[in-house]
């Protein structure tokens, strides 16, 4: 059971402090946004690059830009220990995920909430993780949705039936309310924007979301 606290709801201007508070965490979450793919904007390479440099934790990358195929490849060769990229948005799924492990990253395809999982099923042998959305990407702090949960299921049984190492993340609105029955589902890495970073203490955040997700881990 992972925690992937999401420095979206950090405070950016202090940047290298957020990531230190969140030093007990498995990953930090860094959502790469380009107002094409949605409606919103942070930050690009050169800041995710600066990231990597002091961050106590690996980086786990979040692409939601168009285009992944050209650019995706580049934060694997800066360091980026993992890294996602939407298949809404991938011309060659196939061809990007073989390109980020040749790079040395953990590849991550990504499902919208309207985005099926079946017909991406065939690409698990490229994948290392599969993130599953449950809110529409694009903004921290909004509702969690518990429609997706059959979606975690379908791919926690594609992963089992294939067998090996494939991570399962779920991505918005994860809380001490929501995070059990994400782990319930089969999710086994969590991203936690505002339920970490809104809390008084982040590392006790993360010790209770870990101690909630771990005690209902999916049978
Ligand atoms: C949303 C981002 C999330 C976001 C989650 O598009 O991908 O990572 O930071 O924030 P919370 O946990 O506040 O929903
Ligand atoms: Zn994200």
Redesign the pocket.
């Known amino acids: 059971m992972q925690i992937s606290?999401?420095?979206?709801?950090a405070d950016f201007a202090n940047l290298e402090a957020q990531l230190a508070a969140i030093g007990s965490a498995d990953w930090a979450?860094v959502?790469v946004?380009d107002n094409h793919f949605?409606p919103?904007l942070t930050f690009g390479l050169p800041v995710v690059e600066a990231l990597i440099k002091v961050s106590p934790i690996p980086i786990d990358c979040?692409l939601?830009i168009d285009d992944p195929d050209r650019w995706a490849p580049a934060y694997a060769e800066a360091g980026a220990q993992s890294v996602t990229f939407h298949v809404e948005a991938a011309a060659h799924p196939q061809q990007l995920a073989r390109a980020l492990r040749a790079a040395g990253a953990r590849a991550g395809l990504?499902l919208k909430p309207g985005t099926a999982w079946e017909p991406y099923a065939g690409l698990l042998p490229e994948l290392d993780m599969v993130l599953v959305?449950?809110?529409?990407?694009?903004?921290?702090?909004?509702s969690?949705m518990a429609d997706q949960m059959p979606k975690v299921r379908a791919v926690r049984d594609s992963v089992r039936r294939h067998g090996g190492e494939v991570w399962v993340q779920v991505?918005?609105?994860?809380?001490a309310e929501t995070i059990e029955q994400c782990a319930e589902a089969g999710a086994d890495v969590f991203?936690?924007?505002?339920?970490?970073?809104?809390a008084d203490d982040a590392a006790a955040a993360i010790a209770d979301l870990r101690a909630l997700a771990t005690r209902h881990t999916h049978a």
Do not use: K, R
């Not at 959305?133 to 909004?142: I, L, S, Y």
């Not at 991203?191 to 809104?198: D, K, Q």
């Open positions: 606290p999401s420095i979206l709801a979450h959502d946004m949605v919103n979040h939601m990504a959305m449950t809110v529409e990407p694009g903004f921290g702090g909004q969690f991505d918005g609105g994860v809380s991203v936690a924007g505002s339920a970490v970073y809104g």
